[in-house]
């Protein structure tokens, strides 16, 4: 045997040596990470895995309960509020302390909380970190926490809109509204108007766009501590100086008066105007920051303009009529048919209106009305196929005496509401039935022989 391997060539023997070195070195290497993995995992046993973090919070290492901890004491600073200090326009020191608790003192509108942590949904999600997949998965995850920094977001509500609200309520006695340009118009002894202008105040504001984004931090980072704000300068966005090219133009916007507003109304094909006289828009006049165009226009106030559109209104809507259907004892005993309303849409109309006399269009204006539909139909208040009211009769019988229009009236309720199937025949005669005194019906003159 031993002459037999001696006689193999040398480079066979040595190839089969490397193979059976790497072989032995690949077992080795696996059995080494095995181990090592196992070691990992026992380590980390009932502890978050290195490298992860609670935001900017390094909290690898750490048990349950220790993440519950540090959780309850963030909470207990939560619960004490954030407080922002600053000085007012005189120098006086004054703080502000917002709680999350929003109590409510009405008994059917529960109260809720600005801000909230889940600490047991955060610490499972710390703790899930590199245990909630496949092997194989969770043996990357648990790698890659050695190497790299694994950040997970706190369970945390937010109400920011609510907050920021809360602020501005908290903090507006402190503050001074900017004051824009105001445009003053007066008639003269020629008939037309003289324009003038105010001039404008600066403000003090703070930044809540700021104030927010401290807030926000400070929640993510899981550290609350009192915020140092100031009052800034505000300037107005239209001051005299800008304003004076605008005064001419104040008589052609009055010029463009009256301007006239209709509506064609569809069922009567009557048509209704409106004047906005002059007297009108010397009182709307207003200088306005269009934001779009990042230009001062001359337009109407919505304050002047939107009481005569709710006047229009009162003449104009229509509440929908909803459909009404009842059988009672195989008779329909109330039966109305559903129609739609109509509802001037203010806020467009005034729209349509302010673009005019920005762009001095001097053109009738037609309101803008909505349609409103009924909520019922009568298909979908039977199920007996009746869709719609077909016809109505209409008869007068004016100079009759009472026993007549008694009997008339008598006879109509015995014939209303009758229920006739597709196919079937209408009799009158079985439908009114005995006609005498038993069942309602007066003493009469009747017509013979006819």
Known sequence: MREFFNSLPSKFIEKKQLILTIGLSVVGVFILLTGTVAAFEIAYLNKTFPG??????????????????????????????????????????????????????????????LYAINKEETVTQLFGMGRGGKFFENLV???????????????????????EEFLHINLKEYETLAEDSQLIVTKNSFGGISATSTQERPGLQFDYEALMKEVDTQLKN??????????IAKQPKITKENTKKLLDDAQ????IAPITLYFSDPTTQEEHTWDLSSEILSKAMEFQFQKEKGEILIGLSKEVVEPLLQAIAQEIDVEPKEARFKVQDGKVVEFQQGSDGRSVDKEKTYQTINNHV????????????????????????????????????????????????????????AVNGVLLAPGEVFSMVETLGEIDGAHGYLPEYVIKGN
């Open 252 to 255: 052609k916007t009055y010029a």
């Open 358 to 413: 920005q762009e001095k269009i001097q053109l009738a204006i037609g309101l803008s009305v909505d349609e409103v539909s009924s909520k019922n139909t009568i298909s979908s208040l039977n199920d007996l196929g009746i869709n719609e009211l077909l016809g109505v009769g209409q008869s007068s019988f004016a100079g009759s005496s009472a026993s007549r229009i008694h009997n008339i009236k008598t006879g109509s309720d």
């Open 141 to 163: 995850t648990q790698l890659s926490t050695l190497v790299t920094k694994t950040q997970i977001k706190a369970q945390m509500s937010f109400q920011y809109d609510e907050f």
């Open 52 to 113: 992860v973090f609670l935001h900017e919070i390094p909290v690898g290492g750490k048990s349950k309960t220790e993440l519950m901890i540090m959780l309850e004491n963030f909470e207990q600073d939560m619960n004490a509020g954030f407080i922002f200090k600053f000085q007012d326009k005189d120098g006086n020191d004054h703080s502000i302390t917002v709680a999350p608790a929003v109590l409510s003192y009405d008994q059917d509108i529960p109260g809720y909380n």
């Open 222 to 231: 899981l550290s609350i501590t009192p915020i140092h704000t100031k009052l």
